[in-house]
């Protein structure tokens, strides 16, 4: 069965600084994997999707996830973060046959300071 | 657009009682998925329907039936609500089940089970 580990429950950063949420997958096969925001009260919305068409993914606000096979990783960044950027942040896996579910991570807040 | 739509928003149960959540969606897409989320679990799927006329339990089903009515609607249903079910319960769907494609998430239903 696919999975995802997020790494850390809580990532705090200041203003400026890079942010780094980590997130593993477990998958038998190069799987889809993609990163969701959350903010809060909300539903939550695409930042970003792995599809193999390329290994660094450009997502929106900013935010970039690489994809390293050898490490099975799927990192998410932001050279410089925005008050803005406060949220919950969850990766997700899904796989190629049809029928497959969405599985998500248990997520990370972000809390970015002054 | 209207995208996925959840009713209701609140609701406040007495153990026992019965409920049923109430999903949407306008975008034509063949697969939706009941997700509860809780502090520190992420997203945990309860049930998904990959196309109309088909549902299969996800992480959590106990407690839990679904009925996907048509097309457009996927409901969730509780039939003696218990305390351990307090939880945000968010449903979303995509174009198909498996694959790259981005899921759309509803505004979520706060549910409190006393």
């Known amino acids: 069965a696919q999975s995802v580990t997020q790494l850390g429950s809580h990532v705090s950063v200041s203003e400026g600084a890079l942010v780094l949420l980590r997130c593993n997958y477990s998958s038998s096969v190069p799987p889809y994997l993609f990163w969701y925001v959350q903010y809060p009260n909300q539903g939550l919305q695409l930042l970003l999707k792995y599809t193999s068409a390329a290994t660094l993914v450009k997502g929106i606000n900013g935010f970039e996830a690489e994809f390293k096979k050898s490490e099975t990783s799927f990192h998410l960044t932001k050279p410089s973060a925005h008050m803005s950027d406060a949220a919950e942040y969850f990766c997700?896996?899904?796989?190629?046959?049809?029928?497959?579910?969405?599985?998500f991570g248990k997520g990370t807040t972000l809390s970015v300071s002054s | 657009n209207a995208g996925v739509t959840q009713t209701p928003k609140f609701q406040v149960l007495k153990t026992g009682q019965s409920m049923t959540l109430q999903c949407a969606q306008d975008?034509?897409?063949?697969?939706m998925y009941w997700y509860r989320q809780d502090p520190g679990m992420g997203l945990r799927l309860i049930y998904y329907?990959?196309?109309?006329?088909?549902?299969d339990k996800g992480e959590v089903p106990n407690g839990y039936n679904v009925s996907r009515l048509n097309k457009r609607e996927f409901s969730l249903r509780l039939e003696s609500a218990a305390p351990s079910q307090t939880s945000v319960y968010f449903c979303?769907?995509?174009?198909?089940?498996?694959?790259?494609?981005?899921?759309?998430f509803g505004q979520g239903t706060r549910l409190t089970v006393v």
């Open positions: 975008m034509n897409h063949n697969s």
């Open positions: 997700a896996v899904s796989g190629d046959q049809a029928g497959t579910a969405l599985i």
């Open positions: 979303a769907s995509v174009p198909r089940a498996g694959g790259a494609t981005e899921a759309f």
């Open positions: 329907s990959a196309s109309e006329g088909t549902t």
